[in-house]
């Protein structure tokens, strides 16, 4: 299984941006999706965004035109460029990894919190 590990959250005001990175164990990019996603204590986990190497980039409408979505050249990390953050936003943000060989299993990080302060 790929192991993903994320980094970058924090704590911040409202109106700033941060960016979140998400390590793979490997080049992995050229044979999956890698998505990011956060989740509150209160609600279901919540797709942001996803970049495939077939597809390119996609993004939630929620956060459309305030996320970026990006990987390195190496395409062993994908990161989250997040603007303008809102404390609705605060939550916890994972990364994902889902094979297009559907008979591997799709891979999760164990997240980093983001709290945005009004």
């Known amino acids: 299984q790929v192991q993903l590990v994320e980094s970058g959250g924090g704590l911040v005001q409202a109106g700033s941006s941060l960016r979140l990175s998400c390590a793979t164990s490997?080049?992995?990019?050229?044979?999956?999706?890698a998505g990011w996603y956060r989740q509150t204590p209160d609600s279901t986990r919540e797709f942001l965004a996803a970049?495939?190497?077939?597809?390119?980039?996609r993004y939630a409408a929620a956060v459309e035109g305030r996320f970026t979505v990006s990987r390195n050249d190496a395409r062993t990390a994908v990161f989250l460029e997040m603007n303008d953050l809102k404390p609705e936003d605060t939550a916890v943000y994972y990364c994902?990894?889902?094979?297009?060989?559907?008979?591997?299993?799709?891979?999760w990080g164990p997240g980093t919190q983001v709290t945005v302060s009004s």
């Open positions: 490997g080049q992995i990019l050229t044979s999956g999706t």
């Open positions: 970049y495939s190497s077939t597809g390119g980039p």
């Open positions: 994902n990894f889902i094979p297009f060989d559907s008979q591997k299993s799709v891979s």
